[in-house]
């Protein structure tokens, strides 16, 4: 065996038994191939092999080499979030229904994996932000995200005022249900619903969504990622908001405190078949046709 | 007299008189300065100094170091699409009414050039289009644009079938009234007004704006601009289009033809006061208050 | 046979072969029923039976109680355009793609137009609009529309300015590519991808939808179906706008005309199957899913 | 003494010392002609006055034949549900900054008063929206809107599946951040920042307008008034919804609970100045301008 890619860790969509099947013939090929495999926790528990020990899923990366995320989008950002730290390489399956992210299916899964174990794939970077909350000028809480930074108004219907700025610059004050901050993985998610516009992968570039803006020209703006976006309140009475980093929450962020977003240091790396086309999973999630 | 921008050129908004005072306080105050001073020939009949000469503007640039340009946005553009092939800088004088490009007022007229005339400017590069019409493989016409390259329908009420490739990859079909790619630059125009995001001056990037396309879930995309993007048509039915570069027309567009856009070789380069702010014109041109 | 639809029209899609098979069935149903059976010219041609005699669309309703119309959401305009004047009712049927207005699929043909002409229906009344083109006060133009009716720009690439009063009453003068007024029916069509809201075919309204207006906050307005709507033009350079009522062009409307718009007199009659649902005819052509 | 409003009742914004001038000045002129005066207790506060006796804004209406609600649209909001039951009509006066519904400006008080006064106005009236929470098949809650119903996600980031019927027939289910229904009254409210269409305050209808739908054809849906609308949710695991009646909150709505929403027994009576031109305010507020 020559692959590169000795140690292989298994990531499946969370505590779905649907993942049985595929999980077991992923394990079987991989086995055959005289891989050492290790699975998150959840996952082994769907696997039909006592022998197997489940890793939790912070843990995996320490011990791999190559991370397989199996499930949906949602999975592979788990995945992604809990290797970002030892930027290994991720590779995306999924159950059924294409993803953005997971591109390989289940018809598929031995052929396409085979064809990458063997180094014949495509390398793509992803950014991902960091957040943190300073509270006082102390940071409290940081987080790192893959598709967005939100900050929404929080226990209150009333729409808040979210102070922004960019390298230190102000950039406007707007009356909102909040702010998205999303990178080009994120552009296709909660973003697009928003009325934000769709940023090629390859760009290095951010955008900022409005929610339900007040102000009606108040439109999304792209900038290059590398930039600090602070985010402030501008309101006098007491406000809770909530900033959430993809779907994990901070909540409680009071008046003062300010909201510090950057680009992560580590990026993600994803390996692709080597016929991957961005513009046909765009298509078929999409549902562009001709017409 | 240090200053490296010794011969002058401006460029006034066409053919309006309403430039004629703030035109003659320019042409005193560089007159005074010892500076070579040429005119577009429109503007030289506003200004009562018969000795002075106009030339075309297309020709300005060859004989100077430095143009200004004087009234809207679109007067700027006209003068940067003239400058573009000799990458002399430009300066955007308005006339009362801010713009994105035309930065500089009127009341600040003298004081604001005297720093740029002493070397104290911040300098932006603005990238351009360079769109190519192809009949039978053969170039028919090519165009430069500052804004932004559209293809519309033209001559029929009913859409128009795009077919858009970047880089060679097929990207989409789409049913609409047209297609803009637009810059930077022009993402505040027009692209702005079809539902297209804000895209920062300094970022390198494009924006393909889909015009009232039939699939909902066509959105603007963001691409990196150094792309080729080559346009179709998807009818059988013999059908028309225009392509404008900015506002220029090339009509006549056949089923046939292919339109290749690209970003330009030259940049545009903009000199700015020290203290420009593109964040404030934002602010100030789509009336963002605080809320 | 005691239905009081004896003598029958039949529409089919303008020139496209496909409806052969469908047609044919229709036919020998209706013939066995013993209805008195007239076809449009163009059908008539695709139907394998000599004796048949073709009649021109828009004579088509002096001679019949009932129309089927056969093909897409555009036959079904075409027919009903042409029987507007007589208020003969309509029925759609579609050729194995759902329509908003042909909701009657082939493999059902004959079971629902079987219930239909026995009594067992649901009558729907949809509004039309009529447009009157002036010029120095005279009517130099009208033309009836089912959709829409659209101003737009024409042989120019940049906005007009126009200028539109209700009842009288001035309402705004906006700078964009157009305006539509569409009726209910229309909402589905070309006014959603131009932004505008969907009305329920049961309401009296109409909506105003601004084709890409330079102002952001210029957004559809939905108003009473009782009004008298006037568009004519702000600018003062000599231009050209084509008006469109569907897909019929009225082009060289020119910048002193006075467009007219107000609800047609007569009514269209549709009769759909008892189990006729408009909402899942919605989820169904705008691909709504559960989530 | 002639006119049928003896008995006035005013309502100022809450608790804003700002209203003090114009308030004095209201209760001179009332005062001089001979009118009963009541005052909203918080009102009363700013009156130099002490012998003025404040009411309960829920109780003036009980007492008086017409209500003046002074502040911005909000403070009429609360004047006019809180007249609600009583069919009072009201009248609007701004502090300087014109509202949709609070049309007579300072400077013109007294004059465009005493001509409502004496019997010159027109009369509009527009509906509110009554909303209930069912439990178990027993209502919870009820709650007047005179702008808009909204189902809002509560407690949790991630988007909430919603489930619409309308008369009993089924509408959709979209998974989003929430769902609002307007009035024409709410349409240029918070349903404007969500992407909603104006809806004309003459029209008899309503408008859903899906908050950041994950479906992007989930568009806006105008509906006759006279419907029930009943909403529930998709969820199987156990979330939290708020409701909110304009700025009023019922929150821990539960995943089993039911919201049924219809227009209201009663109607508020706005009494305008004869010259009250709806469109003028329409351009005022959206700052539309000639281009």
Known sequence: ???????IGI?????????????????RFLLQRGHEIWLDSQSADFLDTPSINGLHIDRLAEHCDLIIAMGGDGTF????????DHEIPL????????????????????NRLEQILEGH??????????????????????????NEVVVHRWVTPSMIEIVTSING?????????????ATPTGSTAYSLSAGGPILHPGLSALVLVPLNPHTLSN?????????????????????????????????????????????????????????????????????????
């Open 11 to 27: 990531v499946g969509k969370f505590g779905d038994p649907v993942i049985a099947p595929t999980l077991t013939e992923l394990y």
């Open 121 to 146: 794939y495509k390398t793509e970077s992803r950014c991902m932000l960091h957040a943190s909350i300073f509270r006082d000028n102390v940071e409290i809480h940081r987080q790192t995200a893959v």
């Open 1 to 7: 065996m020559l692959t590169h890619f000795h140690r």
């Open 77 to 84: 950002l788990a995945a992604a979030r809990a290797a970002a």
């Open 169 to 181: 610059v102000y950039l406007n004050s707007q009356r909102s249900d909040g702010l998205i901050v």
């Open 219 to 291: 439109r999304p703006l792209v900038i290059d990622d590398n930039v600090e976006i602070s985010i402030g309140f501008g309101q006098t009475r007491q406000i809770n908001a909530l900033v959430t980093c993809d779907h994990l929450e901070i909540p409680d962020v009071l008046i003062g405190d300010k909201i510090v977003i950057k680009k992560a240091d580590k990026m993600i790396k994803i390996l692709h078949p080597e016929d991957h086309d961005y513009f046909h999973i765009l298509r078929s999630k999409l549902n562009w046709s001709v017409g």
């Open 91 to 110: 590779v995306g399956v999924n159950l059924g229904r294409l993803g953005f992210l997971v591109d390989i299916s289940p018809e598929q899964l031995t």
